[in-house]
Structures are given as structure tokens and as C-alpha cells.
């Protein structure tokens, strides 16, 4: 397996909301041309920590190397150079040994993200994550990916961004 | 009474809520750029709420509530800006 190739890619309707401080859904409008396109995309607050899990599958080929996650994103309102602080962590469903009761993410990495310089347009953030850090996830393992937003994060650089961060896709890839 | 703290964080949760739901651009305004903006929004308002019942008629100023007052400047501010 080589470094850059997919492992997963999702959609955002593959969201499952925690039991409170979930990202809510909404739906983005690409006008041209007709009909419109309406995309699904997740809004994170700027006020209160919000998350999103999306069940993943590591495919059979991943070598068991680093994983890098990548977050593409759109801003409601704020632009460059206010930032956004995002996370993830990796909670393997280990068959054999994985009990509901004790099941937890691993510790979660985050990185801080400028906003894109034109409102509305689009960006990318980057996590990378050693093996450990995704929980040993194994090749052809069940697990979940979670995605948060911590608007609470004083920095620096603090999350200082308006309004919603707006969740389009996430890739994962080989690191 | 000026608002409470807990309140001024709810106009300025509230008022980003509102704008991301319109899309609005509020470009490099950052998030203590616009909670300051609340607070001395309502620090004004505080100051000069005196002022503001002043300029209205003898009728109005007697027989209003507060709130209607309020509601009356809100429209007038509406109509203005908006």
C-alpha cells in the first residue's frame, strides 16, 4: 500500500449524532445549471463543542501504517485569517475483545485551520495519525471516526472564526 | 438593568446561528470582535435608555410598557437598516 492511497472516503449522510452536542445537517445550494445541486453537509457551532461519528471500514490492503485524515470544509460566515479548531479520534471495534460498556475513542488529535480567504469557498484540513493513535485499527476492522469542532479552544491560535464550520467530506488516506 | 452576562453570550451565539443560516459574510470579524460588539451594544443602550424614553411623546412615554417601547424601537431600527 503506498503512501496517498485512499483508505475511506465519506459522505455526509454517513453521520451518526452522539447522544447530545451533535453537528446538525443542512444542505448547501449550487445553483448552475439547472436543476440546482443540493448538497448535504454538517454545521458545527461557533458557541458550544460539537461532534459527528461516521463508521468506517479499513479496507483489506491498508499496510497498518499512519493514517491522514483529511476534513473538507466550507466557512458560513468568517473568512481568512480567523481559525477553526478541529479533531478526531479513532475508536476500533476489536472482534473478540471489544465490549459496548468499555468501548471509548483513542486520544483525539487535533489541528487549528485558517478559514479560506473567499467566504463561501472551499478548504482543507489535514490529521495525521500514527497507528496507535487511530486505536490499531487493523486492516479489514469496523471502527468509528469522530469529527468535532472546539469553538472553546483559547489557542494559540484560538478558534476566533464566525458562525458555523460547515463539514463536506472526509478522506482518509495511507500517510 | 444592563443584560447578564449569560444573556449577551445567548445574543452572540444567537446572532452567529442567524447569520450562518443566511450565509451571511462577516468576513475577518472575529468571535471577540463581535462579542465585544454585544457589549457595548447593550453598555449604549444602557447608558442612554433615559435619552431614548426622552424623545417620545408625553402619551407614549406614560401609557407604554417598556416592552412595547422596545418593540417600537426595534421596528423603527428594522425599517432604517434592514
Redesign the interface.
Known amino acids: 500500500m503506498a503512501s496517498g492511497d485512499p483508505l475511506f472516503n465519506i459522505n455526509m449522510d454517513q453521520g451518526l449524532p452522539p447522544a447530545s452536542l451533535y453537528a446538525t445537517p443542512d444542505s448547501r445550494n449550487a445553483p448552475s445549471p439547472a436543476p440546482d445541486m443540493e448538497v448535504l453537509i454538517l454545521?458545527f457551532?461557533?458557541?458550544?463543542k460539537e461532534y459527528m461519528d461516521f463508521p468506517i471500514v479499513l479496507p483489506p490492503f491498508y499496510s497498518g501504517g499512519g493514517i491522514t485524515v483529511t476534513l473538507g470544509f466550507s466557512m458560513?460566515?468568517?473568512?481568512?485569517?480567523?481559525q477553526v479548531r478541529l479533531g478526531a479520534a479513532f475508536a476500533a471495534w476489536a472482534p473478540g475483545t471489544q465490549v459496548w460498556t468499555t468501548w471509548d475513542f483513542a486520544t483525539a488529535r487535533e489541528v487549528s485551520a485558517e478559514c479560506p480567504s473567499i467566504?463561501?469557498s472551499a478548504g482543507e484540513a489535514e490529521i495525521d495519525f500514527s497507528a496507535v493513535q487511530a486505536d490499531g485499527m487493523a486492516a479489514g476492522e469496523w471502527g468509528v471516526l469522530r469529527v468535532y469542532r472546539d469553538?472553546t479552544f483559547v489557542g494559540p491560535p484560538?478558534?476566533?472564526?464566525?458562525?458555523?464550520w460547515e463539514l463536506i467530506y472526509i478522506k482518509g488516506t495511507e500517510a | 438593568m444592563a443584560l447578564t452576562n449569560e444573556q449577551r453570550?445567548d445574543v452572540?451565539?444567537g446572532f452567529?446561528?442567524a447569520?450562518?443560516?443566511d450565509?451571511?459574510?462577516?468576513?475577518?470579524?472575529?468571535?471577540?470582535d463581535?462579542r465585544d460588539a454585544v457589549d457595548n451594544l447593550d453598555d449604549w443602550l444602557e447608558a442612554n435608555q433615559a435619552e431614548i424614553n426622552q424623545v417620545l411623546p408625553p402619551s407614549v412615554r406614560q401609557s407604554f410598557s417598556a416592552g412595547l417601547k422596545a418593540r417600537l424601537l426595534m421596528f423603527v431600527v428594522e425599517k432604517r437598516y434592514l
Not at chain 1, 457551532?45 to 458550544?48: F, K, L, R, T, V
Not at chain 2, 450565509?23 to 471577540?32: E, I
Open positions: 454545521d457551532d461557533a458557541s458550544q458560513s460566515t468568517a473568512t481568512a485569517p480567523l467566504v463561501h469553538p484560538a478558534d476566533d472564526a464566525t458562525g458555523d | 453570550k452572540w451565539a452567529m446561528k447569520a450562518s443560516q450565509r451571511d459574510n462577516l468576513g475577518a470579524v472575529s468571535k471577540g463581535l
